[in-house]
């Protein structure tokens, strides 16, 4: 039996991973805490971690858990900027979930680029206490705006598919372009500058933390609306209240947070909210937060947890070699062992 320690459980985890684990007789210990350096004993005796996206995985864990006899570290996300792969390189193999439902996420940045713009929200509040007054609630049409995609990778294509469909002029900007896609690629300052609407679908790294700055924003239009359902990271929060409170940013739709890491994902109603950043963009009239939620769709849980067991099978059944493996040297591809139907290291 695979013994598998999945860090940081939440209820809607558990059916899918007991689900597709007992098709395979492999066991998940559910912890509901978060793996970092304090937790990281918990996973003694297993022979692989499952981690999401606000798990701690850097050197000093990844250490510990070569020290336990821990082989494996499977995200059960696509992202993983919150582990150290250079780290783990040579050590501790590390795969990931590449596509579960890029849908899920593309139509939660329309979902919430609507919700914003027509004041959904808003108009939800009012008519549940008779308030049927429109005062307040003018938007904008979609149809002939410009919307700026950053990175057209599979989601942002797929958002860009769902702009088309409401009649939107399209440019993006990726630091690969797709060849022959029928997108129209432009320079990053002039997606800044001819945007009505940017939405955010790169990954976090070091070129793209913060590519939303004082600078990027002091080029865009003044009403812009800006939509990250990617990674917190890639905006500078500060610059972004700063250029709410300058009138320059018309709308704020955010889906992860820099700091969400020990915020998001838990009822903190009761408690006075100490990331004060957080708390003056969610009291803007113009910013919706939703709690990294894009991915949460019954489709996306079930690939989550099917491709996960299968990752987790496919290392320890296949001599180690696993297609979904993330590995140092995968950044360039001509050391790719993996083409080669081989172990990373
Ligand atoms: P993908 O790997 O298919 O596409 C990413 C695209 O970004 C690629 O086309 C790549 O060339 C481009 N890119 C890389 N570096 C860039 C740079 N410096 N500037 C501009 N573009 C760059 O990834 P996918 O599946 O489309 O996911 C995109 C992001 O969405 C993930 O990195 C993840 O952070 C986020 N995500 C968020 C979820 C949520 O629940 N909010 C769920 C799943 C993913």
Redesign the pocket.
Known sequence: MIKVALYDAKIYDKPSFEYYGNLHDMHFRFLETKLNEDTVELAKNCDAVCVF?NDTVNKAVLDRLYELGVHLVALR???Y?NVDIKAAFGKIHVVHV???S?Y??AE?AMALLLTSVRRIHKAYNRTREFNFALNGLTGFDFHGKTVGV????????IFIDICRGFGMNVIA??????ENSGITYVE?DELFEKSDIISL?????D??RH?IGKDAIGKMKKGVVIVN???GGLIDAEALLDGIRERKIGAACL??YEEEADIFFEDRSGHILNDELLARLISMPNVIVTS?????TEE?LNNIAETTVNNILSYFSNDGVCDNELCYHCGHIEHCRKERREKCF
């Open positions: 996206v996300s696509a992202g900027n590449p596509a579960y890029p899920s996420v939660h950053i990175g057209t990778g599979k989601i942002g294509r900007y990726d630091r690969f372009p797709q990053l679908h790169c990954p976090l790294t070129e793209t590519m359902t990617s990674r889906d992860v990294h939620q894009a991915f949460l996306a």
